[in-house]
């Protein structure tokens, strides 16, 4: 799948559009979600141009790959929601109604979630 430059993640990387920013560094972007689901809703993206989840684990490089795991779990606790615990979510594609085409992680905490999803 071709990566669409224009979707509303690209701009927010390059600035075109404002974010509420939670952490950021050369490879990655945290966020806030414009439409919390948690007191905690937080977007994680790679800065690299990955459509999915998929086409993440595809064809980023293992570096890539470990350094955006391992700096989620920087960001959870940053946040202070290692204790009291939190869910990531990603959407990859069409059935799981993912919404924007740039790969991402949705993390949600400072809630308790009874239902669970699975
Ligand atoms: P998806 O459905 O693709 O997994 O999730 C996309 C998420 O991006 C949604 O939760 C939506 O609220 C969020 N979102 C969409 N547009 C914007 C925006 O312009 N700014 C921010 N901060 N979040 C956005």
Redesign the pocket.
Known sequence: VKYDEGN??A??IRGE?K??KIYEDEYLLA?????K?APV?V?IIPKGQFVSFCDFTSHASETQISYFFKTISKIAKKLDIVDSGFRL???NGAD??????HF?F?MLGKKKMEEKLL
Do not use: L
Request: glycine share 0%; net charge negative; aromatic share 8%.
């Open positions: 509303i993640f701009k927010i559009v974010s509420t966020f806030e979600d414009i439409n689901s809703h977007i979510v990603t959407n799981a109604s993912q919404s924007v085409p991402h949705h």
